[in-house]
């Protein structure tokens, strides 16, 4: 006997339908197979039937259901009552969902072990069992808990299917089929980074270009948030002509994957590497283009607001100067965690992409949990995106690596963003030297030896420039009707874009709330971080980062300062808090402004500091005892911390 149950739920001997009538008797028979042999109790059946309103002979009637499946099922099947319920034994039947699942699983694990061939014919396969939209004859119930799951199981599959075509040269002729798909799983990245690379293979490039507009407008409109990394990567390689033309010579020969496969465990990958068509010249060779100009930076934030004043010192800064080489330009844009750094800093690259036609280069040097790129893998992938493949006998040399950058870059005009700089060690070494290149680094104060003079500190926005950020993410219509309620929402994020843009963004995502509903959660200080959180947008994250980058002696005068409040204080008032000599006080808390963990306010004849609002509330969340204890110099009693950075951010 072969059951069906993705598509109409249908039982078949011998090539004969069963006659299975009802919804409740298919919603039964698809809730026993899909337990696989376990057992369903009475209580989940009845949800299954009848939702939250189950009739008084409920339990009746289920037997009278299980009955009518024993008559037609016999002897094939066997449907036993074991207690709380019921379970099915299937004996020698065909069951279609668990030989998808094991088609399913065969494919993957051939995918992930580069058996191209193999893996497209059993995904192929596997996809072949699905006869329309699954479980559509079951009650609502039902369906409501098991069709998403099958749906995305079956996207999934598309997905490594695509892959594996892709990787044996396939494009042309999935390209029709993944349009299709993309516009059916316009949310899907994956899937669109499949179609931007099939269409590229095709040397369809502006096509590909328009499906990844077309995916970062559904994504702003839709959810309120920026590409993933793995369409920024698809994005990035198709800008700098890194997706391989080229179809393999032998079906089934391996290839490199395309920028939106994702190794086990759901880490996006990076873009695939150049593979230049012929051996890439020397390093001391003279200059000269081996791609096109790369183009590296993420994509510009939609609707970029603020920063009139800023934005006008980077444009003076990164404009052309034809016949002028004064030597490098280079600036440092810091700020707090938050403030709006590497969204000012992509702005302004995109901008001035013009004034640099050798390309952009671009870098995150922090990685995912905190600890600094390798200066040298930041290296490789620079001279790659340059056409200048290093060979591998240096690939672990720093100098000569440098050296070879240095090179290809001497005589180019290259604008290079170097994001979350955090160590001098890894900042210098990506430093051009060539007289026609501009740096732009986002970072700490105290890199500014590396960098240069040039220093712009982003403070949090005014409140002119918070509600136009506030209105440009959640749209001037929602913004307009309940001006007081906004006004409140602009207090409450205290002029951190991250937060203005997470609390834009979520009133997009529940047109159904009032403006006034999301200012009265936010009003509430305890919850109030929590509340700012959106899908990656999350501020209590992004300030746990920060401090897990900080030294132990940082985060424990930063944790005894929160006594102090939020009102700005003295280096006087520092040194009570600490127990401290004013000098030493004075030299911790500027080394704490300097890490942009305080803000400074210059006021004669003595500078003030102050926690930002939300990064007092962040500090004064976490679970930390402070026992108190006398200083020996006599000052006010100090709260000694234990340090639970160590254990919450490690």
Not at 78 to 96: F, K, N
Not at 270 to 292: E, V
Request: with cysteine; aromatic share 4%.
């Amino acid at each position: 006997m072969d059951f069906q149950l993705l598509g109409p739920v249908e039982a078949t001997r011998d090539g004969r339908r069963v006659a299975l009538s009802g919804t409740k008797t298919h919603t039964l028979l698809a809730a026993l197979l899909l337990a696989r042999g376990q057992v369903v109790p009475d209580a989940r059946l009845s949800r299954l039937l009848w939702g939250a309103d189950p009739p008084a002979t409920m339990s009746a009637q289920i037997y009278t259901y299980v009955s009518r499946l024993r008559k037609l099922l016999d002897p094939e099947v066997t449907l036993e009552r074991r207690a709380p319920g019921y379970a099915i034994r299937t004996g020698e039947s065909r069951v279609d969902v668990l030989e998808y699942e094991r088609l399913d699983r065969l494919g993957r694990q051939a995918l992930q072990e580069h058996r191209h061939a193999e893996a497209a014919a059993l995904l192929r396969e596997a996809l072949d069992l699905w006869r329309g939209p699954v479980l559509v004859n079951v009650t609502e119930f039902l369906a409501e808990e098991e069709v998403p799951h099958w749906e995305e199981e079956r996207a999934a599959t598309l997905e490594n299917r695509m892959e594996a075509d892709l990787a044996l040269g396939r494009h042309q002729r999935i390209v029709a089929e993944l349009t299709r798909l993309v516009a059916d799983f316009p949310l899907r990245e994956r899937m669109r980074a499949q179609l931007m690379t099939a269409l590229y293979r095709c040397g369809r490039q502006a096509e590909a270009l328009q499906v990844f507009d077309e995916g970062r407008a559904v994504l702003a409109d839709e959810l309120g948030v920026d590409p993933g990394h793995g369409l920024r990567a698809a994005h990035q390689a198709l800008l700098c002509a890194t997706l391989d033309l080229a179809p393999p010579s032998a079906e089934g020969a391996p290839v490199s994957p395309s920028p939106s496969t994702a190794p086990p465990g759901g880490a996006p990958a990076r873009a695939p590497r150049p593979r230049p068509a012929s051996p890439s010249p020397s390093p001391s060779a003279s200059p000269g283009p081996a791609t096109a100009a790369p183009f590296m930076p993420p994509p510009d934030t939609p609707c970029f607001t603020g920063r009139a004043r800023e934005r006008a010192v980077l444009g003076r800064l990164l404009a052309a100067r034809p016949g002028v080489a004064a030597g490098p330009r280079r600036c440092l844009i810091t700020g707090m965690a938050g403030v709006g750094k590497t969204a000012l800093a992509v702005h302004a690259v995109h901008a001035a992409r013009d004034a640099f036609p050798d390309g952009q280069l671009y870098a995150d040097l922090t990685g995912p949990y905190g600890i600094p790129e390798d200066p040298r893998e930041v290296l490789v992938r620079f001279l790659r995106a340059l056409g200048a493949e290093p060979p591998r006998s240096v690939a672990g040399d720093l100098d000569e690596l440098v050296r070879i950058y240095r090179t290809r870059t001497a005589e180019r005009r290259l604008l290079v963003l170097l994001d979350n700089a955090s160590e001098r060690a890894a900042l210098a070494p990506l430093l051009p030297a060539g007289p026609h290149c501009a740096v732009l680094v986002t970072g700490h104060v105290h890199l500014a030896a590396e960098t240069g003079p040039r220093v712009l500190a982003l403070s949090p926005m005014n409140r002119a420039e918070s509600l136009a950020l506030l209105t440009a993410t959640a749209g001037r219509a929602r913004t307009a009707a309940e001006p007081a309620a906004v006004e409140r929402i602009v207090e409450c994020c205290a002029g951190l874009p991250l937060a203005l843009r997470i609390a834009g963004a979520r009133l997009v995502a529940r047109p159904h709330w009032s403006v006034g509903r999301l200012a009265q959660r936010l009003a509430a200080e305890p919850t109030r971080l929590a509340e700012l959180s959106f899908g990656r947008l999350d501020v209590a994250g992004t300030l746990t980062r920060l401090l897990r980058r900080t030294d132990t002696e940082s985060r424990e005068v930063l944790t005894r300062l929160t006594a102090l409040g939020p009102r700005p204080f003295t280096p006087d008032s520092a040194a009570a808090a600490l127990g401290l000599s004013v000098d030493r006080a004075e030299d911790l808390v500027e080394r704490l402004a300097d890490s942009c963990l305080l803000e400074a306010h210059p006021a004669p004849p003595v500078s003030s500091f102050r926690f930002h609002p939300l990064l007092l509330l962040h500090l004064q969340s976490l679970p930390i005892q402070r026992p108190a204890r006398t200083s020996p110099s006599g000052a006010p009693p100090v709260p000694p911390v234990s340090d639970p950075y160590k254990t919450r951010f490690s």
